[in-house]
């Protein structure tokens, strides 16, 4: 073949491969039809305009993927096209133009995931909270915005409230550990008959859209704003609000009945995971993707007077909440891990094997080491193995340092491991992660340290639950000042926001299991306090309020404010943190109260250590041990998501907390 015939066939291919290069990202959309019903309750709403939306991760604004009017019996058709697999899709539905402004601001909608479009759809007042709730970071009025993975978590976890399909109420939702266990089920319902309170434009309509405007401004502009403006401030106007729900027309049931007022208008489902593996859900770490790592201290079983030894596996859950298909994993030398887990800098995973066990247990763990595990949860560290010295004791994983029950495990964020060691006392830095350059740095003057954060230029604080310490320490590991004081009591979790300040969490009464075995701690006070420490460790105030209850596990937002998992009164709270600017109207000063005073409280906790926030800006509690718990088991079997409550936070978190 000549030089001359080669060109034509070189361009030619070059061309396709041009061609195909620019058709490949249209592969990518389709084009369809989709079918639904517009109704309130079982009443069919005809004349709605109903637009498909899309939101792409990135974009400024969504983009109109078509409309259709429903008819007299509620339906509609609506053909769409160039509908991406990659975003985010969702339904608006108005009254027809030309209607009174009142009567517009009957607003419904619905979202409907990420990737493929449904074929049938039905959007209601329930579609709308549910919407409202799981997007309330990514809702501005009708438009939808965010960044990737928590734009396309949040969208998923509406699919635990609703089925989109029907307008009823999902699976998830109707099923133990929900259904009527909890009143998350009956909130939903009462939140969407405050939405059809607005189904007839009236006083009624106006009263629930100025109870639902965001505090210091004018009434939400609809119905979906309303629902929005609930979901991102829960403690606004709770009574009034309570006492509308009650009013007809009443179509979703059952709905919270009277005196049944909640605490917050808060959405919280619970998760078990892989059935028959949830048993003292510890510390939570959350990877690059919003899925979860949970730390399980005992060996499964519904029974409390079932003797348990300690847990040997490492449980996952899907950021939506539910079981990760490959979980549980086990080997890497877990057993009985407590409330320390964490990421490093590379997305490997850190736990500290604390050694819990129910107090009948035979094959006692040593709680002397830490697991480590690859992204896709993979062990890297020895599995466990009968000690030699101890026989029917066994270890693995990493053990230099001597780490002796270890709670706090962190990694900062150049890569050095940082462990407290409750049970002895002390202090281990393993420089860049590896146990060969591991140090035992003493005690410090602490008394079972249990809670470590990292915050800025490389200081590390650590609790003394003991002594009512805190021990500010220097990226080498050399102590800067030791903290006493200013309020510390009892000192458990710490946490780091994005300037460097520590919030310490003061439960006046617990001793947590360090020393011993089985499981004996105080009953829960009804009182507690956080205490703020400055970017150098100086003690600045201690707040109280909010809920606080033998406070334990403590996490920052993307916005710097301050959650608080609660051991005792079964309740979330909720301070302001170090930028007032961010807080609610009204509750603009450092340390004020968000939550009620009696907290978020839900009977769907049971008691709480471990808490987290995840990029969607859903709160996740832990029920670390049951409610009437015992010396022989313990453990609670679920982790607790509080939908869209909180600024989204970009994970995995390692060192203070940033936005995505």
């Not at 510390?283 to 030894?309: H, K, Q, T």
């Not at 560290?381 to 026989?391: G, I, K, N, V, W």
Request: charged share 20%; aromatic share 6%; glycine share 14%.
């Amino acid at each position: 073949m000549t030089l001359a015939k080669l060109v034509p066939l070189t361009l030619l291919a070059a061309l396709t491969l041009l061609t195909l290069g620019a058709v490949a990202p249209a592969a990518e959309a389709a084009s369809g039809h989709l079918g639904g019903r517009v109704a309130s309750g079982p009443q069919p709403l005809g004349g709605f305009r109903v637009k498909l939306m899309q939101a792409q991760a990135g974009a400024e604004r969504p983009r109109l993927l078509g409309t259709a009017t429903s008819r007299r019996n509620g339906r509609f058709t609506l053909r769409y096209r160039r509908a991406s697999r990659n975003a985010v899709h969702y339904l608006v539905a108005d009254r027809a133009a030309g209607r009174a402004a009142s009567a517009r601001a009957f607003r419904l909608a619905a979202s409907l995931g990420s990737g493929t479009v449904p074929r049938r759809v039905t959007v209601n007042e329930r579609t709308t909270v549910a919407m409202a709730f799981a997007l309330a970071q990514f809702l501005d009025g009708p438009r939808v915005s965010g960044a990737n993975p928590g734009l396309r978590n949040a969208a998923a976890m509406g699919a635990n409230l609703v089925d989109v399909r029907s307008g009823g109420l999902a699976r998830t939702l109707r099923r133990y550990p929900n259904g009527r266990a909890t009143a998350t089920l009956a909130t939903l319902n009462s939140l969407a008959n405050l939405v059809a309170s607005c189904r007839a434009p009236g006083r009624a309509c106006d009263r629930v859209l100025a109870l639902a405007a965001v505090p210091g401004r004018t009434a939400a502009a609809d119905t979906l704003a309303a629902a929005q403006t609930i979901a991102t401030h829960p403690w606004h106007e709770v009574g009034p609000l309570f006492r509308r729900s009650l009013r007809a027309p009443n179509p979703y049931r059952p709905f919270l009945a009277r005196g049944e007022r909640p605490d917050g208008w808060t959405l919280a489902p619970r998760f078990e995971g892989e059935p028959g593996t949830v048993d003292g859900p510890g510390g939570i770490a959350i990877d690059e993707g919003g899925g979860l790592w949970v730390a399980n201290a005992f060996e499964y079983s519904r029974a409390a007077d079932d003797p348990v030894c300690g847990g040997e596996t490492l449980l996952r859950f899907a950021p939506d909440g539910h079981a990760h298909p490959r979980s549980p994993y086990r080997g890497g030398g877990l057993d009985g891990a407590g409330g320390g887990i964490g990421f490093d800098p590379r997305g490997r995973l850190w736990i500290g094997n604390t050694g819990l066990a129910g107090g009948d247990c035979e094959d006692v763990p040593l709680g002397n080491s830490v697991s480590h595990f690859d992204p896709d949860g993979t062990p890297l560290t020895p599995p466990l193995q009968e000690s030699a010295l101890f026989p029917g004791s066994y270890a693995g994983g990493y053990e230099a340092g001597g780490i002796s029950r270890p709670q706090g495990t962190i990694a900062d964020l150049d890569g050095n491991l940082w462990v407290a060691n409750c049970g002895g006392g002390t202090v281990t830095r393993y420089a860049n992660g590896l146990p060969a350059r591991a140090a035992n740095l003493g005690s410090f003057g602490l008394a079972r340290p249990f809670g470590v954060a990292a915050g800025r230029r490389g200081l590390v604080f650590v609790t003394g639950n003991g002594n009512d310490l805190v021990a500010v320490l220097e990226a080498d590991g050399s102590l800067r000042r030791l903290v006493s004081g200013g309020g510390l009591d009892h000192p458990l979790g710490v946490a780091t926001d994005s300037r460097g300040y520590a919030w310490v969490a003061n439960s006046p009464r617990l001793r947590p299991p360090c020393e011993e075995n089985e499981v004996d701690l105080e009953e829960a006070a009804e009182r507690g306090s956080v205490t703020l420490l400055d970017p150098a460790g100086r003690p600045l105030s201690t707040y109280a309020g909010a809920g606080l209850s033998s406070p334990w596990g403590v996490a920052g937002d993307g916005d710097d404010t301050v959650w608080v998992a609660n051991f005792g009164g079964r309740r979330l709270s909720h301070l302001c943190g170090t930028r007032p600017q961010r807080c609610p109207t009204g509750k603009r000063t450092r340390g004020a109260a968000i939550s009620p005073a009696r907290g978020y409280g839900f009977d769907g906790l049971t008691h709480n250590a471990g808490i987290a926030i995840d990029p969607a800006g859903n709160v996740w509690l832990a029920n670390t041990w049951a409610d009437d718990y015992s010396a022989a088991n313990p453990g609670g079997h679920q982790v607790v998501a509080f939908v869209g409550l909180a600024g989204p936070v970009r994970t995995p978190l390692v060192g203070p907390p940033e936005r995505p």
